[in-house]
């Protein structure tokens, strides 16, 4: 069982799998810092100063002056600008994989491109225009003599 799991874990797309989550999880971090402190706070300022991480509903009766305040009081709050910040940075996580993924895609495309299409390996009997290997001396359905290639 130990030498199975070492050969799983040891195989290339177990490596491939590991560097990919690693590489997420930083690029997750990057794109989040990006939303809150690039992307939002010029948004927040044209509609007129608001901070979307501190939008919030308050659920209970007693009032609150900030998200943060609310939930260090363990008030029920709906944290919606918190939401919309997520959003937006999931959609631009799924915007860069999809480029990324579309790259990879026309890169493994264009790598055929330059080869030749590949010799036929059948031709058409002249006599009764049946399928037959390229090689062939004679017909198999109608028995013709074929000329030599």
């Known amino acids: 069982m130990l030498k199975e ?6 195989k ?20 989040t810092s990006l939303v809150s402190d690039v992307i939002m706070p010029p948004i927040g300022f044209i509609l007129g100063r608001v901070d979307f991480s501190s939008l919030f509903i308050n659920l ?3 009032e609150y002056t900030s ?7 363990g008030a029920p709050v709906i ?15 799924a915007f860069a994989v999809f480029i990324l993924v579309r790259q ?11 080869e030749p299409p590949p010799a036929p390996s059948e031709k058409a009997c002249p006599k009764c225009l049946s399928t037959i290997p390229i090689k062939a ?3 198999r359905a109608c028995t013709a003599d074929l000329p030599v290639v």
């Open 67 to 73: 998200l943060s305040e609310a939930k260090a009081a």
């Open 104 to 114: 990879i895609n026309r890169l493994k495309s264009g790598l055929g491109r330059n």
């Open 79 to 93: 944290a919606y600008g918190l939401f919309i910040n997520t959003v937006i940075d999931f959609t631009i996580v």
């Open 5 to 10: 799991f070492r050969e799983f874990a040891l």
């Open 12 to 31: 290339g797309n177990a490596l491939d799998l590991a560097v990919g989550i690693i590489i997420g999880a930083a690029f997750g971090k990057i794109t």
């Open 60 to 62: 209970s009766s007693v």
């Open 137 to 139: 001396t004679k017909c």
